[in-house]
């Protein structure tokens, strides 16, 4: 899973965060989230989506499936 390490840092550079921030947001180690983005371990599906929901971004753009970085929210009256 490469392709979810190098958008998640990338994602957090361009949004000022921290790794360290986004671990506690989390409730994780840091030393996690590092394994994780360095490519040492996977992450559990509902921590991919916790990290997406906490970068604004959608799991299918961290995971790959899209070249896109955003969320499109449609409202109906």
């Known amino acids: 899973?490469?392709?979810f390490g190098e958008?998640?840092?990338q994602t957090l550079k361009e949004q000022g965060i921290t790794q360290k921030k986004l671990a506690e947001?989390?409730?994780i180690r840091t030393s996690t989230l590092c394994e994780w983005l360095?490519?040492?371990?996977?992450?559990?599906m509902q921590i991919i989506v916790?990290?997406?929901c906490a970068?604004?971004?959608?799991t299918d753009y961290l995971l790959g499936?899209?070249?896109y970085d955003f969320?499109?929210?449609?409202?109906s009256a």
């Open 50 to 52: 916790d990290i997406a």
């Open 38 to 44: 360095n490519d040492h371990n996977e992450p559990p």
């Open 55 to 58: 970068l604004c971004v959608s």
């Open 7 to 9: 958008r998640v840092k």
């Open 1 to 3: 899973m490469k392709i």
């Open 25 to 27: 947001s989390l409730n």
């Open 71 to 75: 969320i499109l929210i449609f409202f």
């Open 65 to 67: 499936l899209k070249d």
